[in-house]
């Protein structure tokens, strides 16, 4: 039996809502810290939980029926004690589960608006739609310039970008090994972080950090491939076995 989970705190979600309306920006750190009082939470490696950039965290993108995404993003966001920089879907897409067209309407109105209040980079969803290349890549664009600013901040995101509908870990797409490559050459270490629950707990397990061992002189498509891969093995190694997916031991 999964644990249950609370409802967002009115004190959080009314605030947020309103300033989704107007426009106003806030703060996802304080507002993460209020919406886990209750979070049946249990965190590993806390030695490795970073407290400052230069830093991308990388973790899985665990879902499952009854299990909201946004909880992990909430739970990391209030251990960091500084504000995080984001990469979050732009919408949901339509898997023809119920309410998922609703959901794909509504939430390309919704979605960027909240990226913009907490300053969070909205990207398009995965996998790639091929009207979405502009808008990728301008996203991309807004990702680097945030990893610019001084000083270097602390990013997230979740290479899979999507839920493996087989459970378990998958390859991420074509150009996210390259993005991560590009930022571990700006002097970014990767965080790797598990996340996954038991039959009491949301565990989220942060692991060491790391950066990229790539070979030189490899074709940038095999470039590409070799980063996603490794960053995608240390996430693997913080989960149990039934999480492995595509990541299982040779």
Not at 34 to 56: D, F, M
Not at 144 to 167: F, H, I, K, S, Y
Not at 203 to 229: H, Q, S
Request: charged share 15%; aromatic share 8%.
């Amino acid at each position: 039996m999964p644990p249950r989970y609370p409802l967002l705190p009115a004190r959080v979600v009314l605030p947020a809502a309103w300033a989704v309306v107007r426009g106003n920006q806030r703060s996802f750190h304080r507002d993460a810290q209020q919406c886990i009082l209750k979070l049946p939470l249990e965190v590993e490696g806390h030695s490795n939980i970073p407290q400052a950039g230069p830093t991308v965290i990388v973790m899985n993108h665990y879902c499952r029926p009854g299990f909201q995404a946004y909880w992990f993003s909430l739970a990391i966001s209030a251990l960091i004690p500084v504000e995080i920089h984001w990469t979050m879907t732009s919408a949901w897409t339509d898997d023809g589960t119920p309410g998922a067209a609703l959901r794909a309407w509504i939430s390309p109105v919704i979605f960027p608006r909240i990226a913009r209040i907490y300053n969070f980079t909205s990207m398009p969803p995965m996998p790639p739609r091929p009207f979405e290349v502009e808008a990728r890549a301008r996203a991309v664009r807004q990702l680097l310039a945030a990893a610019r600013q001084q000083p270097p901040p602390v990013l997230a995101l979740a290479p899979e970008g999507q839920d493996n509908p087989a459970g378990g870990l998958m390859h991420p797409h074509p150009g996210v090994g390259r993005l991560l490559s590009h930022l571990d050459g700006m002097g970014y270490s990767m965080t790797p972080v598990g996340v996954f629950e038991d039959d009491r707990f949301l565990r989220l397990c942060f692991g060491v950090p790391f950066t990229l061992a790539l070979p030189g002189g490899v074709p940038p498509v095999e470039r590409d491939r070799l980063a996603a891969d490794q960053v995608m093995r240390a996430i693997a190694n913080l989960l149990p076995a039934e999480l492995h997916g595509d990541y299982k031991p040779n």
